[in-house]
């Protein structure tokens, strides 16, 4: 009896799909009418949702090339300001590692990025080492053109200089693989230095406190000594102290003002605070804002489409009481009833859905071929999102189309449900 009574239920439950399909078919200038009004708002969000994650990050990975808004440095060290990067110049002058808490602390510091400029020889040659931590780093991996997989280890060639990947380099005779190389940014004191972790440049330390000469490295078969003109003392010097840094690197957080934080670490002793491009760090700080106005903007626009929904079917079950009514009358229960019509919604914003995700897709294409490409040229890549975002963002487009049709046909269909029969077939003729 229980089977028989469960395949009776199924069986009447797709009488209800089958009619509420039929009642799609009978008037098809509406129908089409709200599938295309759905197409249109739901492939506008799906093409404004995946426009959006491309163009995000695309500016972000621009913008992260920018370097830091402000720079803490001691009080004697220069500092190179460019339109699209602050960096520091090459100087004896350092600051205490633990330094980086009380920065951090100040309200406005979104991150801190400490860096360690230390004078080496490289293949015999006297460059520059900029040690740098990758957990905090927002200036030197964002110019990062070309590397090995796996985490960083080894050196990162500056955008001057002629490294292979994979090479082997000698660093005050201990060798190092060249992890990467940066792209060009046309700062010469960031061009022509190599990059390593603070863990690395431990390392080379403790190798050059473990070499019989401190002031005589080894490089190949020849001892060779550190070059004159560098006038440092810490070239390949085993005395060299790790538990000091050269400048912290800081980007401010959305709001935070540059003058105002300026002002705050002006109190600590023995630094100074440089600023940077204050266009450039205006645009960084209103990039979320940014896109959070856009997907406000998107969901106004799905609620607008949901009272629509709403509007138009409350007109439609008002057409039909008359029908409604007498399907009460033969014995349909309310809550079939109400399936028949939360069906007939589904379906008709469901392929709607379906044709806008299409519709979408179309406009993301062009949208490719044209402004995406104008971004390109400016400096702002259009890369489509993962393959897994796209499909569950296509998913969730048909998904949401659906329960659209669900939830903006609930309410008048709780109407028609709550009535009695005789009072649908009278309401028809008031």
């Known amino acids: 009896m229980f089977f028989l009574a469960t395949r009776r239920g199924r069986h009447d439950q797709w009488l209800l799909i089958r009619l509420a399909a039929q009642n799609v078919?009978?008037?098809?200038?509406?129908?089409?009418?709200?599938?295309?009004?759905?197409?249109?708002?739901?492939?506008?969000?799906?093409?404004s949702f995946v426009a959006g994650w491309a163009l995000r990050d695309g500016i972000a990975r621009s913008f992260s090339r920018m370097g830091a808004d402000l720079v803490v440095v001691p009080s004697a060290t220069l500092v190179n300001i460019t339109s699209s990067l602050l960096t520091v110049q090459p100087t004896d002058e350092t600051l205490p590692a633990d330094l980086a808490k009380r920065i951090a602390g100040i309200p406005g510091v979104a991150q801190i990025a400490p860096q360690r400029i230390v004078p080496a020889l490289v293949e015999g040659r006297g460059v520059n080492l900029v040690a740098f931590d990758p957990a905090q780093d927002f200036s030197v991996l964002p110019w990062l053109e070309q590397h090995v997989g796996g985490p960083v280890d080894g050196l990162i060639a500056g955008g001057g200089?002629?490294?292979?990947?994979?090479?082997?380099?000698?660093?005050?005779?201990?060798?190092?693989?060249?992890?990467?190389?940066?792209?060009?940014?046309?700062?010469?004191?960031?061009?022509?230095s190599y990059f390593l972790t603070f863990d690395a440049l431990a390392e080379v330390v403790?190798?050059?406190?473990?070499?019989?000469?401190?002031?005589?490295?080894?490089?190949?078969?020849?001892?060779?000594?550190?070059?004159?003109?560098?006038?440092?003392?810490?070239?390949?010097?085993?005395?060299?102290?790790?538990?000091?840094?050269?400048?912290?690197?800081?980007?401010?957080?959305?709001g935070a003002k540059a003058e105002e934080m300026k002002f705050a670490l002006s109190r600590l002793p023995g630094l100074k605070v440089v600023d940077g491009n204050g266009v450039l760090t205006s645009s960084r700080q209103a990039l979320s804002a940014l896109f959070i106005g856009i997907a406000a903007f998107t969901a106004f626009q799905l609620v607008a489409l949901l009272i629509l929904v709403s509007l138009l079917f409350s007109a439609i079950v008002q057409e039909r009481y008359?029908?409604?009514?007498?399907?009460?009358?033969?014995g349909a229960r309310p809550d079939q009833v109400m399936t028949m019509i939360l069906a007939e919604a589904a379906i008709v914003t469901g392929l709607g859905g379906v044709a806008g995700l299409g519709f979408g897709v179309a406009v993301l294409l062009i949208f490719a071929r044209s402004l995406g490409f104008y971004f390109g040229l400016l400096g702002v890549p259009f890369s489509w999102p993962p393959l897994a975002i796209l499909q569950a963002g296509a998913l969730v487009a048909i998904a949401f189309s659906a329960i659209l049709g669900l939830v903006g046909a609930l309410l008048p269909a709780w109407r028609a449900r709550r009535m009695a029969p005789y009072e649908l077939i009278a309401a028809e003729g008031r």
């Open 25 to 47: 078919g009978r008037c098809r200038l509406r129908a089409i009418l709200l599938g295309v009004a759905v197409m249109l708002g739901v492939g506008i969000a799906f093409a």
């Open 161 to 192: 200089l002629a490294a292979s990947l994979g090479a082997t380099l000698s660093v005050c005779g201990m060798p190092l693989p060249v992890y990467g190389r940066l792209a060009k940014t046309g700062v010469g004191p960031f061009d022509e």
């Open 206 to 254: 403790s190798f050059c406190r473990g070499s019989p000469s401190n002031r005589a490295v080894k490089t190949g078969n020849s001892p060779r000594s550190p070059i004159a003109a560098m006038s440092h003392a810490d070239v390949c010097s085993p005395d060299l102290r790790l538990d000091r840094v050269s400048a912290y690197l800081l980007q401010l957080s959305p």
């Open 322 to 330: 008359r029908e409604v009514g007498l399907l009460r009358a033969m």
